[in-house]
């Protein structure tokens, strides 16, 4: 029996080895392979976000994290949105900033018709190290088990023989996403246009936080194909953009609204709802050119 179980612990010992290098190792390999992960993105951003000079700062979702450029703009810019990103998120990381005593002059938020509606936990594994107990109590999360989640997802080998876009996404040292794709005609896409209550509670936070703070808010619609727009009835849209010019006083927060904006076509985006680097910069360009006219 004892001679069974020695050879059982010697056959045993490769394996574990084995299972302590895939969770040490495969999330790298396979960042090589497919790009940043989630994980690498949100501690590369934050890292550079704390560790950057700029005065000019941009939060919001997906659409702007890929979709604006702060190489583009006049002021020293950095970019910390992140995908699924809503209110509560941008509030949280905004009082980070400030705390780490960042000298916060102008703050480009995004807005989008659906980003009130929707209360994203999908990052709080690795949010929760970086935002706090506060952000954490808004949530009914076990990190341990969205940890738990996320290394189950990316220590799997299989990944490693499947074929990756030799486009990998990247992100830049400025903050922004760049995630290669081409958008078709049959994109579609469903939007809930609805207010949840709580991110209006962060929404509002983050207007008193920039007031209280002598920081330049611009709410900022991306463009958006007119596929998305369609989840929308005329109704729902007048009734959201009134919501947000309650706020909009155009001496220190200003609202600019591009989402159907037509110098934007199919060819500039690479899915159903994001621009592409090239329209990215084009939109960059535009926002710059407008900025200063507005402070005027």
Request: aromatic residues 14%.
């Amino acid at each position: 029996m004892k001679r069974f179980l020695s050879k059982l612990i010697i056959l045993s010992i490769p394996i574990l080895v084995y299972c302590i290098l895939a969770i040490i190792f495969m999330p790298s390999l396979l960042s090589v392979k497919y790009g940043p992960s989630t994980k690498d993105q949100i501690e590369y951003s934050f890292k550079r976000a704390i560790n950057s000079d700029y005065n000019l700062l941009i939060l919001g979702n997906s659409r702007v994290y890929r979709g604006l450029n702060p190489a583009i703009f006049h002021q020293k810019s950095f970019n910390f949105s992140h995908d699924n990103d809503s209110y509560n998120q941008s509030y949280y990381k905004l009082k980070l900033l400030l705390k780490k005593k960042k000298q916060i002059d102008f703050l480009i938020l995004g807005i989008d018709y659906f980003q009130f509606s929707f209360f994203s936990n999908t990052r709080n594994y690795i949010y929760g190290d970086y935002l706090g107990d506060n952000y954490l109590k808004d949530f009914d999360d076990n990190i341990l088990r969205l940890k738990i989640d996320y290394y189950k997802t990316n220590i799997n080998p299989n990944k490693l023989f499947k074929s990756s876009n030799s486009n990998k996404p990247f992100i830049r040292e400025n903050g922004q996403f760049i995630n290669p794709g081409v958008a078709t005609k049959n994109d579609t896409v469903s939007r809930d246009i609805n207010r949840l209550d709580i991110h209006e509670k962060y929404f509002e936070k983050i207007i008193n936080l920039c007031r209280s703070n002598n920081i330049k808010l611009f709410l900022v619609m991306p463009p958006v194909r007119e596929i998305e727009l369609k989840s929308y009835n005329p109704l729902q849209l007048d009734d959201f953009d009134s919501y947000i010019n309650r706020y909009s006083n155009n001496s220190n927060i200003f609202y600019l609204n591009y989402s159907e904006d037509n110098k934007y076509k199919l060819k500039d985006y690479t899915d159903v709802t994001h621009l592409n680097e090239d329209a990215a910069n084009r939109f960059s360009k535009q926002l710059n050119d407008t900025i200063p006219l507005l402070l005027e």
